[in-house]
């Protein structure tokens, strides 16, 4: 069954989705020694920048994952999907950020980290992907 | 290139919407200043001048579906790729940074200008390895 299940992604996908496994992997190995010894060491400025953007890698890997994924993929289905769902996410992304940008410019809402933006891109590209399974079911009823 | 009739309503679109924008904001940078606004009013009037720029991200979603030209659609594809990718990386770095207390915090929409920075960044691509360049945006 999962032979059959992995038989339905294309190459493209496959190596997609290993590499971002690979990568999320990366990102929780490396992630918790360094909020872990930054709380626990007094560190340096120069190393405490160098454990952020350490931090921060696996998760640039996982968006140049995305571009070599849309680059590789040679089904123009599947591509137009992905980028219709990246497009949806990035736009509804921009706009939760513009607006929650104003409310902290008024002082309205408390500031948050930045690593909050590409987690809403993700959850929306999820909704995004959903839409369309929506729509489906409604069709079938 | 010659503009599209799909870009060209496009830009129509960004016009109005940019002086929306400019009139949302002044209002609204106004009315903070001079302590006008206060509790529910606030968040509305706050919320005010993100609409506008909402606004340009679903006209730049509209244009994309009307745009016959495919390979100027395939550029302007292209090049939101770049400039989400770009702003999501910026997004993640900043993001550590200010979680390892380094540096201070930024207003959102800052955001927003990365990724037209780094949409800038993939016209300067399409321009390199493709020789194209697109009309709007």
């Given at each position: 069954?999962?032979?059959?299940?992995q038989?339905?992604y294309?190459p493209?996908?496959?190596?997609?989705?290993?590499?971002?496994?690979?990568?999320?992997?990366?990102?929780?190995?490396?992630?918790?020694?360094?909020?872990?010894?930054?709380?626990?060491h007094?560190?340096?400025?120069?190393?405490?920048?160098?454990m952020a953007?350490?931090?921060s890698?696996?998760?640039?890997g996982?968006?140049?994952?995305?571009?070599?994924?849309?680059?590789?993929?040679?089904d123009?289905?599947?591509?137009?999907?992905?980028?219709?769902?990246?497009?949806i996410?990035?736009?509804?992304?921009?706009?939760?950020?513009?607006?929650?940008?104003?409310l902290?410019?008024?002082?309205?809402?408390?500031?948050i980290?930045a690593?909050?933006?590409p987690?809403?891109?993700?959850v929306?590209?999820?909704i995004?992907s959903?839409?369309?399974?929506?729509?489906?079911?409604?069709?079938g009823? | 290139?010659?503009w599209?009739?799909?870009?060209?309503?496009?830009?129509?679109?960004?016009?109005?919407?940019?002086?929306?924008?400019?009139?949302?904001?002044?209002?609204?940078?106004y009315?903070f200043?001079?302590h006008?606004?206060?509790?529910a009013?606030?968040?509305v009037?706050?919320t005010?001048?993100?609409?506008?720029?909402i606004?340009?991200?679903?006209?730049?979603?509209?244009?994309?579906?009307?745009?016959?030209?495919?390979?100027?659609?395939?550029l302007?594809?292209?090049?939101?790729?770049?400039?989400?990718?770009?702003?999501?990386?910026?997004?993640t770095?900043?993001?550590?940074?200010?979680?390892?207390?380094?540096?201070r915090?930024?207003?959102?929409?800052w955001?927003?200008?990365?990724?037209?920075?780094?949409?800038?960044?993939?016209?300067?691509?399409?321009?390199?390895?493709?020789?194209?360049r697109?009309?709007c945006?």
């Amino acid at each position: 069954m999962i032979a059959a299940k992995q038989s339905d992604y294309t190459p493209a996908q496959r190596a997609h989705i290993r590499r971002t496994l690979w990568l999320l992997l990366a990102y929780v190995i490396v992630l918790p020694p360094l909020v872990w010894y930054q709380a626990h060491h007094h560190v340096s400025h120069g190393v405490s920048v160098a454990m952020a953007i350490v931090a921060s890698l696996p998760l640039l890997g996982i968006f140049a994952s995305w571009g070599r994924y849309l680059s590789d993929e040679r089904d123009e289905y599947h591509q137009a999907v992905t980028l219709r769902r990246n497009a949806i996410a990035t736009n509804a992304t921009m706009g939760a950020a513009v607006v929650w940008g104003f409310l902290q410019a008024f002082e309205v809402m408390p500031l948050i980290e930045a690593y909050w933006i590409p987690f809403v891109w993700v959850v929306a590209q999820g909704i995004s992907s959903c839409i369309p399974f929506c729509f489906r079911g409604r069709r079938g009823a | 290139m010659p503009w599209t009739p799909a870009a060209k309503r496009y830009n129509v679109r960004l016009i109005l919407l940019t002086l929306l924008y400019g009139v949302f904001l002044t209002s609204a940078v106004y009315g903070f200043k001079h302590h006008l606004v206060g509790g529910a009013v606030a968040w509305v009037v706050a919320t005010l001048p993100a609409l506008p720029l909402i606004g340009v991200f679903a006209a730049m979603g509209r244009y994309l579906v009307e745009e016959q030209d495919e390979y100027v659609r395939m550029l302007l594809v292209r090049q939101m790729l770049w400039g989400m990718g770009f702003a999501l990386s910026c997004a993640t770095v900043w993001g550590f940074l200010e979680g390892f207390d380094l540096i201070r915090h930024i207003d959102g929409y800052w955001i927003v200008a990365a990724w037209y920075f780094g949409q800038g960044i993939g016209a300067c691509v399409n321009r390199v390895t493709l020789g194209a360049r697109v009309a709007c945006s």
